[in-house]
């Protein structure tokens, strides 16, 4: 289990324009070939916006990206005529395949901070597509079968317990509250890379918690 702390992150967005990111792998100019990817993760990225900030029509391709709104309500309009409001709960996938372009506004009032994962597809290529599932419930895994991937969600109480799935690769991410993962514990930002996870338990700390657990195959082994 390799613990990154909340800290840790690279600093990243354009502050003065109302942008904040904090990167958990090598990201921009703040390059780490040591920390390019794990599993099919490249990205985890904790994005909070001004009321009015936001980023402007930008690319993508060959990336599966999923987002989870921790408050505020983030505005995407993309080139395939999609555009909706996400809101806290929500799960956002854009599939940007062979290519698509996207904007990501805050349009409200209030604050929004984001927690955006980007995905290295199996197979690169295809049309785009887009995915968003409204109020997930506790517990209801969401699966990214382009990347093979499955993101768990999990809303925890004081105490409460909750096995970490087995895989060849887990990326757990704390969102609120405070977690204790095995011998860690964990708080808000803060993220464990497992590999091989086998009989790993998170316990939700005195005020709850709210945590996200991705769980990725490993690369194929010919026969």
């Known amino acids: ?36 990817r794990f599993g099919a993760m490249i990205a985890c990225n904790e994005e909070r916006l001004a009321p009015g900030a936001g980023f402007d ?8 990206i999923v987002t989870w709104v921790v408050e505020g309500e983030l505005t995407h309009r993309d080139s395939t005529g999609h555009e909706t409001r996400v809101r806290a709960g929500d799960v956002q996938r854009l599939s940007s395949a062979g290519g698509v372009r996207h904007v990501e506004r805050n349009d409200a009032d209030t604050p929004l901070t984001f927690i955006q994962t980007w995905l290295a597809p199996l197979s690169p290529g ?3 597509s887009y995915e968003i599932v409204h109020g997930i419930a506790d517990s209801t895994p969401y ?16 105490g409460e317990r909750t096995a970490v799935p ?11 509250g405070e977690v204790r993962l095995g011998a860690e ?3 808000p930002g803060d993220a464990a890379r497992i590999t091989d996870a086998t009989d790993v338990e998170a ?9 996200l657990v991705w769980e990725m195959a490993g690369p194929s082994r010919p026969s």
């Open 1 to 36: 289990m390799d613990v990154r702390r909340a800290a840790e992150r690279y600093p990243g967005g354009d502050p003065a324009a109302g942008i904040e990111s904090r990167h958990a792998f090598s990201f921009g100019p703040h390059y780490d070939p040591d920390n390019l």
């Open 57 to 64: 029509e930008h690319p993508h391709s060959h990336t599966e």
């Open 203 to 211: 316990v939700g700390g005195p005020e709850g918690a709210e945590l």
């Open 185 to 187: 514990e964990l708080g």
């Open 166 to 176: 087995g895989g060849a690769y887990v990326y757990a991410h704390v969102v609120r």
């Open 126 to 128: 295809g049309e785009p």
């Open 143 to 158: 699966a990214v079968p382009e990347a093979g991937a499955m993101l768990h969600v999990r809303r925890l109480e004081a």
